[in-house]
């Protein structure tokens, strides 16, 4: 149980004993009998706090829930203090969202801030913060992540990174959804927010940019474009025409060579001084990918793995196992297929989604990028069975895009054109929850049609621009592609040749060619 919970239930416990109504001028012996009175009444609802609080500390949510539920329904809970109650509703919403009963959560936070809307604390935005984000009440969630920052900005190292990019995105479909991110990553951005481990808040802040250059605050643009450090931010900037001319203020800063070296050299040095952190590991791993170092990425992740095997029974080589091996694994696979070493590639990644099976954690992802191995390998059949029970729940709307671009591919290479006809037309009802899946799926079907009129569109909308852009550069190449991948390659060289497609993109941006791997690959 965090700190925070247990120090608002003490603070309830102690209101509770201290603050009984206040007992005008009465009789010595009246005063008397109503302070005994208010006294029995605080102290058997103190009882129920108590065992609420123990069974909260406990994690038994469903006998706190109960505790709670019986103080507020007690004949005396009128007599308690907004405070009072605003303290119970939100422990209250504590127990119900641990039990995922997200929308009685939700209702007992809203009544706890209209019971004392002032006396809404660090715990209190945190919880409905996250009770809103799953529940998708995303302006909610955006605006208690912003008061919480602003509240208590010394703690945001804290906020996981994904989690606050995810709100931030999330909230760009709200009606007022610009208004509220800039709020939301200005607060973020004078608290100088800095996550823990090897990940960048580079993403928040390039969104903070472009928000800044749309409103025409060119100066706070600036200053911002001045931090910009990571080699995919320096290609955003340069495929925009909005974005182009922040980075020719200082070309020697802004060279994407200078940029990949100087990104490995701080992340290897910050892995030796975080040696435990498998994070980093896959991090270092990925910037040499992309300066095309694979045998120094490969190295570095097989020494890792290495490590993990001599590691004896309950000292893990790596404080974050849990979190990060899986993705070591899938780091290392890429490395594998880049250098032409596919069957070895295959055998990780099925060790990898086999290892996270057996652990009963989540193999979405990786299931994922197995079907996506198969069918660039042709290999329809298998591609299919690593996606065949992934529908509507099973995953985020983005992986269920993914997993559709599997089934895509894998109908058109057994050319089943009922099943493909249906797969094509989720991927065209949902293609705002995932451009790259929907390039690669209508590239793998030779929709070029359908994907001219949704690429077409998303560059005429100044939120989604950046983003296409950046995917229809000419990257570095790889050595060893499979037929599937060289054939996706040209079609795409195709489709942006297009006399629509091309006018669309130099309309808003360039093509250029970059000495690095594609994003979608």
Request: charged letters at 25%; proline letters at 4%; hydrophobic letters at 40%.
């Amino acid at each position: 149980m965090s700190k925070s919970i247990k120090y608002q239930a003490a603070g309830l416990a102690a209101i509770l004993l201290v603050s009984a109504p206040a007992v005008h001028a009465m009789s010595k012996s009246s005063t008397t009998r109503l302070e005994a009175l208010q006294a029995t009444k605080l102290a058997r609802l103190r009882v129920l706090l108590q065992q609420g609080i123990a069974k909260l500390q406990n994690k038994d949510y469903e006998g706190a829930e109960v505790e709670f539920g019986f103080i507020i329904a007690d004949a005396d809970y009128p007599s308690l203090s907004a405070e009072q109650k605003y303290l119970l509703y939100s422990l209250l919403a504590k127990a119900q969202s641990e039990r995922g009963t997200y929308d009685k959560a939700y209702a007992n936070l809203m009544l706890a801030a209209d019971a004392a809307p002032d006396a809404r604390s660090n715990f209190y935005w945190y919880l409905l913060w996250d009770v809103s984000t799953r529940l998708k009440k995303y302006g909610d969630a955006i605006d208690a992540m912003t008061a919480l920052t602003i509240a208590d900005p010394q703690n945001t190292s804290y906020y996981y990174l994904p989690y606050v990019a995810q709100t931030v995105r999330n909230a760009q479909t709200l009606p007022d959804g610009q208004q509220r991110r800039e709020k939301a990553l200005m607060a973020l951005w004078k608290a100088g927010y800095k996550p823990t481990g090897f990940y960048s808040a580079e993403v928040l802040w390039f969104s903070l940019f472009e928000i800044e250059v749309a409103n025409g605050n060119t100066e706070q643009a600036k200053e911002i474009a001045k931090t910009f450090a990571l080699p995919n931010t320096y290609i955003s900037l340069r495929v925009d025409k909005r974005y182009r001319p922040y980075t020719e203020t200082d070309p020697a800063h802004f060279n994407l060579k200078a940029l990949t070296d100087k990104h490995i050299a701080n992340n290897r040095a910050k892995l030796l001084t975080h040696p435990r952190q498998a994070e980093g590991v896959v991090y270092l791993m990925l910037n040499l990918i992309d300066a095309n170092r694979l045998t120094e990425a490969l190295a570095l992740g097989d020494e890792a793995i290495a490590r993990a095997a001599k590691a004896p029974a309950g000292k893990p080589a790596f404080d974050d196992m849990d979190d990060q091996w899986h993705w070591l694994l899938n780091t290392r696979t890429r490395v594998l297929e880049k250098l032409g070493r596919d069957a070895e590639s295959e055998a990780s990644q099925i060790k990898s989604r086999d290892e996270a099976l057996a652990k009963k954690q989540d193999t979405v992802s990786q299931r994922i990028n197995l079907g996506d191995f198969y069918y660039e390998h042709d290999r329809p059949q298998e591609a299919l069975a690593q996606v065949s029970d992934m529908a509507e729940g099973s995953s985020s709307p983005y992986g269920l895009m993914a997993a559709e671009e599997v089934r895509t591919c894998a109908y058109t290479q057994l050319n089943d054109q009922a099943k493909l006809a249906k797969s094509l037309d989720y991927i065209r009802a949902h293609a705002a929850d995932g451009y790259g899946p929907t390039r690669s799926a209508l590239l793998c079907a030779n929709d070029l049609d359908g994907l001219a009129a949704i690429t077409i569109a998303r560059l005429d909308d100044p939120l989604l621009r950046n983003d296409t852009l950046r995917l229809w550069q000419t990257y570095r190449p790889e050595a060893y592609p499979t037929a599937v991948r060289t054939q996706m390659r040209q079609r795409a060289a195709a489709f942006v040749a297009r006399e629509d497609v091309k006018a669309a993109l130099l309309r808003y941006g360039y093509i250029d060619t970059y000495d690095i791997f594609s994003p979608y690959n």
